[in-house]
Protein backbone atom coordinates (compact mmCIF):
# COMPACT_ATOMS: atom_id res chain seq x y z
CA UNK A 1 0.00 0.00 0.00
CA UNK A 2 1.38 3.24 -1.00
CA UNK A 3 1.60 6.60 1.48
CA UNK A 4 -0.01 9.92 0.34
CA UNK A 5 2.20 12.68 1.62
CA UNK A 6 0.52 15.67 3.39
CA UNK A 7 3.18 17.68 2.75
CA UNK A 8 2.53 19.99 0.28
CA UNK A 9 4.80 21.66 -1.93
CA UNK A 10 4.38 25.53 -1.87
CA UNK A 11 6.15 27.51 -4.57
CA UNK A 12 6.93 31.00 -4.19
CA UNK A 13 7.92 34.04 -6.63
CA UNK A 14 10.48 35.37 -5.39
CA UNK A 15 11.39 39.12 -6.79
CA UNK A 16 14.94 39.56 -8.64
CA UNK A 17 17.37 41.69 -5.95
CA UNK A 18 19.78 43.65 -6.75
CA UNK A 19 22.66 41.40 -5.82
CA UNK A 20 21.93 39.18 -8.03
CA UNK A 21 23.01 41.35 -10.94
CA UNK A 22 26.43 42.93 -11.67
CA UNK A 23 26.45 45.99 -9.16
CA UNK A 24 26.01 48.76 -11.65
CA UNK A 25 24.37 47.14 -14.05
CA UNK A 26 20.44 47.73 -15.62
CA UNK A 27 19.16 44.89 -14.13
CA UNK A 28 20.73 45.69 -10.35
CA UNK A 29 19.35 49.18 -11.20
CA UNK A 30 15.99 48.31 -12.04
CA UNK A 31 15.90 45.53 -9.15
CA UNK A 32 16.44 48.41 -6.67
CA UNK A 33 14.29 50.73 -7.88
CA UNK A 34 11.37 47.85 -7.76
CA UNK A 35 12.60 47.43 -4.02
CA UNK A 36 12.61 50.79 -3.31
CA UNK A 37 8.82 51.18 -4.45
CA UNK A 38 7.46 48.57 -1.77
CA UNK A 39 9.72 50.37 1.63
CA UNK A 40 7.53 52.16 3.60
CA UNK A 41 9.57 55.35 4.29
CA UNK A 42 9.66 57.28 7.42
CA UNK A 43 11.45 60.91 7.27
CA UNK A 44 12.45 63.15 10.04
CA UNK A 45 13.10 66.50 9.68
CA UNK A 46 14.51 69.19 11.80
CA UNK A 47 15.08 72.21 10.26
CA UNK A 48 15.36 75.90 11.90
CA UNK A 49 13.10 78.43 11.13
CA UNK A 50 14.75 81.71 11.95
CA UNK A 51 17.66 81.24 9.45
CA UNK A 52 17.28 81.07 5.41
CA UNK A 53 17.80 77.55 4.26
CA UNK A 54 21.34 76.86 3.37
CA UNK A 55 21.47 73.07 1.47
CA UNK A 56 25.39 73.51 0.96
CA UNK A 57 25.39 72.54 4.84
CA UNK A 58 22.43 70.58 5.05
CA UNK A 59 22.45 66.65 5.46
CA UNK A 60 20.50 63.30 4.80
CA UNK A 61 20.87 60.28 6.33
CA UNK A 62 18.97 57.33 4.66
CA UNK A 63 19.19 53.30 5.58
CA UNK A 64 17.11 50.04 5.10
CA UNK A 65 15.65 49.09 8.46
CA UNK A 66 14.05 45.44 8.75
CA UNK A 67 10.78 45.10 7.79
CA UNK A 68 11.23 47.04 4.38
CA UNK A 69 11.85 50.49 6.03
CA UNK A 70 13.24 53.28 4.87
CA UNK A 71 14.33 55.73 7.46
CA UNK A 72 15.15 59.04 6.38
CA UNK A 73 16.90 61.88 8.48
CA UNK A 74 16.83 65.19 7.05
CA UNK A 75 18.74 68.18 9.00
CA UNK A 76 18.25 71.27 7.09
CA UNK A 77 20.40 74.04 7.90
CA UNK A 78 17.80 76.97 7.72
CA UNK A 79 13.88 77.09 7.01
CA UNK A 80 11.70 74.13 5.68
CA UNK A 81 9.43 76.27 4.07
CA UNK A 82 12.34 77.70 1.81
CA UNK A 83 11.41 74.73 -0.28
CA UNK A 84 8.93 73.12 -2.19
CA UNK A 85 8.08 69.03 -1.73
CA UNK A 86 10.00 68.35 -5.23
CA UNK A 87 12.85 70.40 -4.29
CA UNK A 88 12.95 68.65 -1.00
CA UNK A 89 12.61 65.00 -2.40
CA UNK A 90 15.29 65.91 -4.99
CA UNK A 91 17.94 66.96 -2.48
CA UNK A 92 17.35 63.58 -0.37
CA UNK A 93 17.81 61.80 -3.31
CA UNK A 94 21.13 62.74 -3.70
CA UNK A 95 22.29 60.74 -0.80
CA UNK A 96 22.89 57.45 -0.86
CA UNK A 97 21.03 54.73 0.91
CA UNK A 98 22.93 52.67 3.75
CA UNK A 99 22.33 48.96 3.61
CA UNK A 100 24.62 47.68 5.62
CA UNK A 101 23.32 45.62 8.65
CA UNK A 102 26.15 44.53 9.17
CA UNK A 103 26.85 47.11 11.76
CA UNK A 104 28.28 46.51 15.48
CA UNK A 105 28.75 42.81 14.70
CA UNK A 106 30.66 41.30 17.55
CA UNK A 107 34.12 41.51 15.57
CA UNK A 108 33.42 45.34 15.07
CA UNK A 109 32.26 45.57 18.90
CA UNK A 110 35.66 43.81 20.26
CA UNK A 111 37.49 46.02 17.80
CA UNK A 112 36.54 48.84 19.19
CA UNK A 113 36.94 47.42 22.77
CA UNK A 114 32.88 47.63 23.39
CA UNK A 115 32.52 43.85 23.68
CA UNK A 116 33.83 42.33 26.96
CA UNK A 117 35.53 39.23 26.61
CA UNK A 118 34.61 36.31 29.31
CA UNK A 119 36.30 37.43 32.62
CA UNK A 120 36.64 40.74 31.92
CA UNK A 121 35.50 43.22 34.79
CA UNK A 122 32.01 44.87 34.68
CA UNK A 123 32.22 48.56 35.31
Not at 1 to 20: E, H, N, Y
Not at 51 to 60: A, D, F, I, K, V
Not at 112 to 121: A, M, N, V
Request: aromatic share 6%; net charge positive; glycine share 4%.
Amino acid sequence: MRRKSLAKTRTRRVAPQPGDYEQGSLKSRAAARARLDKLQIVRLIFSCPQEPLNLQTSRCHREIWPGDILFESVQLDGRLTDLTEEQLDQFIQRFPIETDRGRNTKAQLASQKLLQSPGDPVF
